[in-house]
């Protein structure tokens, strides 16, 4: 393996570690999809500001998300974000209308009223979460575009990458990336409950059933888990041999197999989020569901990401002109870079340890309404 | 053709209406986290629990322009692939970089520290709190100083090079990027603008409390330490501004060119203080170049080139590529119109790489990178028919540019004069004009805030990488329809919530007001 194969699988890795992360953190997100109920205000102020204290996190990890893949995958970025518009554009809407809503929502003069701020929450937890989920959705299914370098020497048409007409509409009706958007969904709404039941005191007394809403969408969940890793495994590819692209069925089950540690590992962390689930559904006490569904989904997408960009997969097909799509190798960015890249990568853990510091002050003690009502920044 | 003008045209105002609605909120974070960070720490250090109210009611304006602040910033980062994706691959390599360094080095702190500040108070330490405000102004800080290294890399594109196998810029020295000549200076500027605007915000709010005698003490407090802040931050704005006049000079004369309306250069070139432009000039004809003008003698020359005598370029004489130097000699530099001609022979060297690498023919790759090589540095030039197309929008950048020298001049005089009245007996601080001064500087500060932005950006069109790369070639295959829609989407949706955000601030000022700030 030569020094940029290296740093091409690193950053793939990291690229990956930080999808799962921000996954699992959508569970702001499911939360905010679960506001709109008929539980007490009381209860629903409760929700939104444990809710409220971690949506820079999530948001701050789609923002790094995208600054690692622009960084490490400039292709990618340039294909994807320029080629499927709407689709990222969507996204984006629903992420600047939540980044003022936990602050505005019930301040005085706030114009438009604290219902159009929940339904800005609800918008972003909703559609954030299924077109997030469309978008990586693309990985595995692809994309209609092409990609042509030399027309940056057109002066009258120098795009060199170019999407279908209906510019990422088109993927958010497949019905597979929709099937993935919908898991990614579910999940974070099971994720959300089991937030919940963690970091506030007692939701019992406002009549709020967290432990039936855990089972509930968990069941949804694993029923669309089911199904997406049917379709995944039964999936065709396309894989870069030779000099060209060739398509390979069942291309990700045979990437399983080929890079077999990748099975302990997803069975392994489907199984931490199956047990988070059935522990906290079925138990009155159990509190700490979320660590286990929250370590599984990080796992889980890990190796997801890894069976579409590893063993020479591409990780956005084109269906368009398969010998156009994209894989970590032609998409990545110099050996310098990358190598630079690496070595900036080293803060990761100390920005992992002073997070984990904070919150774990922070956050020694669920939040309860005494807390709430004595707090001088309430959202 | 026309399409593509039209997509490139509403792109452009796309990322400049995003740009400037995020540059609103922008230095008022950079400048109060500063401010509270002071506050705060005069509170730990005197114990004095007045100071931790007037901190809180600092920071909660922080907090309602953090969030807006956020909610527009995101965009930015994403329209580099949606609308420039062109862009994204051509220099990719070298942009990604600092906006990857600047989510993990800054966002993170940001979002980490920025909750304890708010949520800490009863749940950490005093200390801990402190150190996390200083934290938060620090994140936010870094956060300016990695997007200004990727902004003034295009301005100023070094330590890289051009890699024709992959149609694209690669990065080959990390710190010249970083620390390029334009950068540094463009990270001060920007960020002690941001003290001073921050400063003279706490001044214009301190003013209208004291102008309704409301929380007088709370106000006098604020205002010494936003006038000190203010005051600082509009020095060292100035000095840094004569530090970045004097790196455009050296990197992107053609936008000093603009920014003083200069056609035809002289040793010795004035400054227009005052004047109207003649709409009517164009590149190479003889009509003159202002209606009216108040002038300062050799300032221009002393300005870019920090001497009297010196000759400063105008539009026709880069475009003519004359330019004397420290010898007062005159000397050729490259025309435009060859310079047109070398990026259009660039382009052809890349078309015959490309045929060659088909061909499987190494030597004549080799020639051909070899020549590209040479020509490189004015690839941008080939996109171009003639050297008219180069000359950025003069009378947008020329008024901009006067706009925010005389508004920030006379900001420094109010702000002065609110330093020494914060020292004076309050009777002196009851009078109604010092209050007025004090109010209407807020508009005004930010005027000046984003005519200085406009000066930077549009003073450098076409260019989105200075010599390398114009707007029309950047693009992403868009139809305009598209654009003019999101467009519109963002234009009303950040009205939208600027509204609700000045709303709110209105509404909070005017409660808390009512009641004891320092409690």
């Not at chain 1, 009381?42 to 996190?57: D, I």
């Not at chain 2, 730990?44 to 956020?70: C, D, H, P, S, Y």
């Not at chain 2, 906006?99 to 520290?113: N, P, Q, R, V």
Request: aromatic residues 16%.
């Amino acid at each position: 393996m030569t020094e940029l194969e290296l740093l091409q699988n690193y950053w793939w890795l990291l690229i990956a570690i930080l999808g799962g992360v921000l996954v699992f953190l959508l569970f702001v997100q499911g939360g905010q999809s679960m506001l709109y109920n008929d539980a007490p205000e009381a209860a629903r102020q409760l929700m939104v500001n444990s809710l409220g204290r971690k949506w820079e996190l999530t948001f701050t990890t789609l923002v790094v998300f995208g600054g690692a893949f622009f960084a490490s995958f400039p292709l990618f970025y340039s294909t994807s974000f320029g080629g499927a518009y709407w689709l990222w554009m969507l996204i984006l809407f629903s992420f600047v209308i939540q980044a003022v809503s936990y602050e505005y929502r019930r301040r005085r003069g706030n114009l438009y009223g604290t219902r159009t701020y929940d339904t800005f929450l609800f918008i972003n937890g909703f559609v954030g979460c299924v077109l997030l989920g469309v978008a990586v959705g693309t990985l595995f299914f692809g994309g209609e575009f092409t990609v042509e370098k030399t027309n940056i020497l057109n002066s009258a048409s120098p795009v060199i990458s170019r999407w279908a007409d209906t510019r990422g509409l088109e993927a958010i009706v497949s019905w597979r990336n929709l099937l993935l958007g919908l898991m990614v969904f579910f999940l974070a709404r099971t994720n959300a409950a089991l937030y919940f039941i963690n970091s506030i005191s007692d939701m019992k007394e406002f009549g709020v059933s967290l432990r039936s809403r855990v089972l509930i969408n968990g069941t949804v969940f694993a029923f669309l888990f089911i199904g997406f890793v049917v379709v995944l495994l039964r999936a065709h590819g396309l894989q870069y041999e030779n000099g060209s692209f060739v398509v390979v069925p069942h291309l990700y089950l045979k990437n399983f197999i080929t890079m077999w540690w990748f099975i302990p590992l997803f069975l392994g962390g489907t199984l931490c989020v199956l047990w988070g689930i059935y522990r906290s559904a079925f138990s009155a006490v159990y509190r700490k569901g979320i660590w286990w569904t929250g370590i599984g989904t990080v796992v889980v997408v890990i190796t997801l990401f890894c069976i579409a960009g590893y063993n020479n997969t591409a990780y956005l097909p084109s269906l368009t002109a398969p010998d156009d799509s994209l894989t970590i190798a032609n998409s990545s960015s110099s050996v310098f870079t990358l190598k630079v890249m690496a070595v900036v990568s080293l803060v990761i853990p100390v920005v992992i340890w002073y997070i984990w510091y904070v919150w774990s002050k922070m956050n020694n003690k669920p939040l309860t309404l005494r807390e709430l009502n004595n707090s001088d920044h309430q959202y | 053709m026309n399409d593509l003008i039209s997509t490139v045209d509403w792109s452009r105002a796309q990322f400049a209406l995003t740009a400037m609605y995020h540059w609103l909120f922008v230095p008022l974070t950079i400048g109060l986290s500063l401010v509270v960070a002071v506050m705060e720490s005069i509170y730990v250090r005197t114990g004095e629990e007045r100071w931790k109210g007037i901190t809180k009611f600092w920071m909660t304006l922080f907090g309602i322009n953090f969030a807006i602040g956020v909610a527009t910033g995101i965009i930015l980062e994403f329209e580099f692939g949606t609308n420039w994706s062109n862009y994204s691959w051509f220099v990719g390599d070298i942009f990604g970089a600092p906006l990857a360094i600047e989510g993990l080095f800054a966002f993170f702190m940001e979002a980490t520290f920025v909750a304890v500040m708010f949520f800490g108070w009863n749940k950490v330490s005093k200390r801990f709190h402190l150190t996390a405000t200083w934290l938060t102004a620090l994140g936010v800080t870094l956060s300016a100083l990695w997007i200004l290294v990727a902004n003034a890399w295009m301005q100023n594109p070094v330590g890289m090079s051009f890699d024709p196998a992959q149609m694209r810029n690669v990065m080959t020295d990390f710190w010249a990027v970083t620390f390029n000549e334009v950068s540094m200076n463009k990270f001060f500027h920007a960020v002690f603008s941001g003290w001073a605007l921050a400063g003279v915000f706490v001044i214009g709010i301190s003013s209208w409390l004291l102008w309704r005698k409301r929380n007088v003490q709370a106000a006098i407090s604020s205002m010494k330490v936003g006038a000190w802040v203010a005051a600082i931050g509009m020095i060292l704005t100035f000095w840094t501004g004569d530090g970045s006049a004097v790196a455009v000079a050296k990197v992107q004369p053609m936008k000093l060119a603009a920014m003083e309306g200069l056609y035809d250069g002289h040793s010795g070139e004035k400054l227009v203080g005052l004047g109207v432009l003649n709409s009517a000039k164009k590149p190479g004809d003889n009509e003159p170049e202002m209606l009216f003008e108040i002038s300062v003698p050799h300032g221009l020359s002393i300005l870019a080139r920090h001497d009297m005598n010196a000759f400063v370029p105008g539009i026709n004489d880069i475009i003519a590529g004359v330019d004397v130097n420290e010898q007062g000699d005159t000397i050729n530099t490259v025309s435009y119109a060859e310079r047109i001609e070398a990026g259009k022979r660039a382009h052809d060297q890349l078309r015959e790489y490309d045929k060659a690498r088909a061909a499987g023919d190494d030597s004549a790759m080799q020639a051909a990178a070899d020549s590209l090589a040479k020509d490189f540095k004015f690839f941008g030039y080939g996109y171009f028919s003639s050297p008219e197309d180069a000359v950025p929008p003069v009378a947008l950048t020329f008024y901009s540019f006067r706009v925010m020298v005389f508004g920030g001049s006379l900001l420094l005089l109010i702000i002065l004069i609110m330093v020494w009245a914060s020292y004076k007996k309050v009777s002196f601080l009851e009078r109604p004009w010092l209050h007025w001064a004090g109010m209407l500087s807020i508009p005004l500060v930010w005027i000046v805030s984003q005519a200085g932005w406009i000066v930077a950006e549009v003073g450098r069109q076409p260019w989105v990488i200075q010599d390398l790369m114009p707007t029309t070639a950047a693009i992403s295959d868009i139809p305009a329809s598209s654009v003019k829609l999101t467009f519109w989407i963002f234009a009303v949706l950040f009205t939208a919530l600027l509204a609700a955000e000045v709303s709110i601030m209105v509404k909070y000022i005017n409660h808390a007001s009512k009641g004891n700030i320092e409690k």
